[in-house]
């Protein structure tokens, strides 16, 4: 098994934390992570991955061991120093697989970077508004009337919040590991940095607006796109799995009985799908 090598990449005057694995001379995947969360949740994967593929996983700024942004953070920056960290590291055609924030960092990237994206594997992570759970509820409350939600915001980002996120769906809880969420919430209690994860929960809002334009990108482009879902998730539901099929009719749609953090309870499942859509998308 590769050994996973760790790094910064300098973009803008941010410190951007990078875990690499694998043979550079093999074809790419990028990992894009979820909130509240890092790279750290994808090791398992990468370890999966890294004997036949160069897997790069990008921590967004402020996620994980990277610099916060200055100021407000948008899904628009986490994308552009993103989208700058993969040229920088040289990377030409890729495949990107895209969790939870993953997908609006990911497809907003893709935008820009278009025919250098041969596929994407979207884990639990939406494009379709038919894809919102009841997870979901809260955040369209806030958006609506900040005031009278801010307290389910508040507590999102609590250690209890964050322990919702991990456990949310899965099929047994004594899978999911406990320390994954104490890591996540350890980032989140530096100071100013629940207020900077907040401001990204407002951010949101900016995302499903934008959805028509990467549904169109997908109908143009037609990439290979594998849909692996947790199907028991309470964020994003097997609905928004499905729809990727409307505008790539040949999208391949695997729903595994877990939850939202799929890869901690199918990490082999999700592993072996990954794997057989990378080498249609490569041979």
């Known amino acids: 098994m590769p050994a996973i090598r760790h790094r910064h990449v300098e973009v803008d005057g941010l410190k951007v934390f990078v875990r690499e694995a694998g043979d550079a001379s093999r074809p790419v995947i990028v990992l894009l992570p979820g909130f509240p969360s890092s790279t750290r949740a994808y090791v398992r994967l990468i370890d999966r991955l890294a004997s036949d593929w160069h897997v790069v996983a990008i921590d967004y ?7 916060p942004l200055p100021g407000d953070p948008t899904f628009d920056r986490l994308a552009e120093v993103t989208g700058e960290v993969i040229d920088l590291l040289g990377i030409g055609d ?4 895209v969790f939870d924030f993953g997908a609006p960092v990911g497809f907003r990237i893709a935008l820009e970077h278009d025919q250098r994206v041969k596929a994407v594997i979207t884990q639990n992570g939406n494009a379709y508004t038919d894809g919102f759970g009841p997870d979901v509820e809260a955040l369209n409350g806030w958006w609506s009337d900040k005031a ?3 307290d389910a915001v508040d507590w999102v980002v609590s250690l209890e919040g964050t322990q919702h996120q991990w456990l949310a769906g899965a099929k047994d809880p004594e899978n999911i590991d406990p320390e994954q969420a104490l890591a996540d919430q350890a980032v989140i209690d530096l100071p100013g940095r629940a207020a900077y994860m907040k401001s990204l929960l407002w951010n949101y809002q900016t995302n499903p607006v934008r959805y028509p334009s990467w549904q169109a990108w997908l109908r143009e482009r037609q990439p290979h796109v594998l849909a692996v879902w947790g199907r028991n998730d309470t964020f994003f539901v097997p609905a928004g799995a499905e729809a990727y099929r409307r505008d790539v009719p040949s999208a391949e ?3 595994l009985d877990t939850g939202h953090f799929a890869l901690e309870e199918a990490a082999d499942e999700v592993a072996a799908h990954v794997n057989a859509v990378l080498e249609k998308t490569f041979a």
């Not at 700024?61 to 610099?67: A, I, N, Q, R, T």
């Open 94 to 97: 890729y495949a990107v697989y």
């Open 61 to 67: 700024p402020g996620f994980g061991s990277s610099d």
């Open 148 to 150: 009278k939600h801010q």
């Open 253 to 255: 749609v695997v729903l």
